[in-house]
């Protein structure tokens, strides 16, 4: 009903012939489906915003429908393809079938054979995918993924099980994807920290809002940010089963001493760590520890202490899933050439907290 309302006025838009003689001139992609137009010298007929060189005005007829060019004798022109639906539709219709290829895949399909099932250039196909979707195919394909695990894991007997499930081939492939869409460990997920209390508070440090939040068992997070909502959220997401209550006056103590670990990171923090992960994450976490204050190790370094063969990239993975910002010393993991690399909470106060550390 819409789509007719608009034709119609669309066709009202461009109802005299000067009005589509403009169109054409500037290839107005909005008159597309109100008319179409021949060239009598090339016998072909296109849409108006087709970008063949320009026809003589003479040599021009206008059409009220696409049937009636062809009823008068010409072809469809191959640049603008006036016989099948504009080009955004039939984008949109390749991005669906992309999509739809891509939930159906076990595996995450290439990008090569994609492109192929959709008749396009590798190149071609990834742009107008991301045009549409806003994301990348890879990104999609991971979102999709992510959603299927997170299904699965709700229902499925054991986290292996949710693994296999959700199209994971390996429990090593997952793990390293894991961490960093979950924001946590699937054993951690399934129990949701269920039954479980969590004391939390949000406060103001000089890196920006910060949220604490322990366990009867020591700080299980410690997240840093710009808006304290969304530091909430993060712990919601982070312990969705456990019963979060804002701290008491009781817990003052504890948030000011991360606080002052923030503001002084060098000092260290004399407090529990209760901390959740793969036993592959705490090796790391544990690693983390022993880097002293004022010095840096990169990814590699630390992939190659842990005896692990090329794990800089796990390694990175397990730095970002690290919940206790700081109390865990993830900032002190650099590039092999000293950039400072990625940090789970911004590059910004990676650069702050290592400046506070010079010796
Ligand atoms: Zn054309």
């Known amino acids: 009903m819409k789509a007719e309302m608009n034709t119609a006025m669309k066709t009202?838009?461009?109802?005299?012939?000067?009005?589509?003689?403009?169109?054409?001139?500037?290839?107005?992609?909005?008159a597309d489906g109100a008319f179409w137009y021949s060239v009598s010298s090339t016998g072909v007929y296109c849409r108006p915003s087709c970008g063949a060189r320009a026809a003589l005005r003479k040599h021009v007829a206008f059409h009220d429908t696409r049937e009636a060019a062809e009823a008068a004798g010409f072809r469809p022109c191959q640049r603008c393809k006036p016989d099948q639906p504009p080009l955004a539709e039939r984008h949109a219709q390749v991005v669906e079938r992309a999509c739809r290829l891509i939930d159906a895949s076990v595996d995450e399909p290439d990008l090569d054979s994609l492109a192929a099932a959709c008749g396009m250039s590798r190149f071609h196909f990834h742009r107008i995918f991301k045009a549409h979707t806003g994301i990348t195919p890879k990104a999609y394909a991971a979102a999709q993924r992510a959603q299927r695990l997170t299904t699965a894991l709700g229902q499925a007997g054991s986290v292996t099980d949710a693994i296999y499930a959700a199209g994971f081939n390996s429990s090593g492939r997952f793990y390293?994807?894991?961490?960093?869409?979950?924001?946590?460990?699937?054993?951690?997920?399934?129990?949701?920290?269920?039954?479980?209390?969590?004391?939390?508070?949000?406060?103001?440090?000089t890196l920006g809002a910060i949220l604490?939040?322990?366990?009867?068992?020591?700080?299980?997070?410690?997240l840093m940010g710009d808006d304290p909502e969304q530091l909430a959220r993060d712990l919601q997401d982070r312990f969705p089963a456990a019963e979060l209550q804002g701290a008491d006056r009781g817990y003052e103590d504890t948030v000011a001493k991360v606080i002052g670990l923030i503001e002084a990171p060098g000092v260290g923090l004399d407090l529990p760590l209760d901390v959740r992960g793969t036993a592959f994450q705490q090796r790391v976490w544990e690693a983390l520890r022993q880097i002293p204050s004022g010095a840096t190790v990169s990814y590699a370094e630390l992939a190659a202490r842990l005896g692990i063969v090329a794990g800089a990239r796990a390694i990175a993975g397990a730095c970002a899933a690290n919940p206790v910002a700081v109390a865990i010393p993830c900032h002190r993991v650099v590039r092999q050439d000293g950039a400072l690399s990625g940090y789970r909470w911004g590059i910004e106060r990676k650069r702050a907290l290592l400046d506070r550390e010079k010796p």
Request: with cysteine; net charge positive; hydrophobic share 50%.
């Open 12 to 30: 009202a838009n461009y109802s005299s012939e000067a009005a589509r003689w403009a169109a054409l001139a500037q290839r107005d992609a909005q």
């Open 176 to 205: 390293a994807g894991a961490p960093a869409r979950l924001g946590m460990t699937p054993k951690a997920w399934r129990a949701g920290g269920s039954g479980e209390a969590i004391r939390f508070a949000i406060g103001a440090c």
């Open 212 to 222: 604490v939040a322990s366990t009867a068992r020591g700080i299980c997070a410690i």
